[in-house]
């Protein structure tokens, strides 16, 4: 069995070639840029960048933001609530997301914005559909190992009448 870690990893580096190409272009004179809060990084995102030597932007505190992230409504997926709305990310540095390229956050990584679609054929979205598909799938089977409970279970007892 592939290692899942080094799968959602080879993943995102696929995935991030035909993004890259689109992005690299078109980010710069975008009219409705993304990367604004409320941002969709989940506590997982970050405890695997982190885990990989990932640092935040100076003068930011990633403890807090995790604590912030680990709440119910981000495990259950949601986006945390945030009070500074339309403001940019935190995690956007100079050169772009500061997260490492083959560990960003997976709905970042999977997001197919606006202006992709317009301009994009629709086979070619097609396809970065089908790659972020493949992606959350390589990311759900890495949760299940990181989050499965690797402690013995005591045998199950037979119920007495
Ligand atoms: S919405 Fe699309 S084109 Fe605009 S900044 Fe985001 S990725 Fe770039
Ligand atoms: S984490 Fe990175 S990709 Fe996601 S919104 Fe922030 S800067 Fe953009």
């Known amino acids: 069995m592939p290692n899942?870690?080094?799968?959602?990893?080879k993943l995102q580096r696929e995935i991030r070639k035909?993004?890259?190409a689109f992005t690299s272009v078109r980010c710069e004179t975008c009219r409705t840029p993304c990367c604004r809060k409320p941002v969709a990084v989940d506590a997982t995102d970050m405890v695997l960048a982190e885990s990989f030597g990932w640092q935040p932007p100076e003068g930011k505190n990633m403890h807090e933001d995790l604590f912030?992230?680990?709440?119910?409504?981000t495990l259950a997926g949601n986006v945390p609530v945030t009070d500074?709305?339309?403001q940019p990310c935190d995690f956007l540095g100079e050169r772009g997301c500061s997260f490492p390229d083959d560990l960003r956050p997976?709905?970042?990584t999977t997001f197919i914005c606006g202006p992709m679609r317009e301009t994009l054929p629709p086979e070619?979205?097609?396809?970065l559909e089908k790659m972020?598909?493949?992606?959350?799938?390589?990311?759900r089977e890495l949760a299940d190992v990181l989050y499965s409970d690797p402690r013995p279970r005591p045998p199950s007892r037979r119920r007495r009448r």
């Open 124 to 127: 070619e979205i097609a396809r």
């Open 132 to 139: 972020a598909l493949r992606l959350t799938a390589a990311r």
């Open 18 to 20: 035909p993004f890259d």
């Open 68 to 73: 912030k992230l680990l709440d119910a409504n």
């Open 4 to 9: 899942p870690l080094e799968k959602y990893r």
């Open 106 to 108: 997976l709905r970042c």
């Open 84 to 86: 500074d709305i339309g």
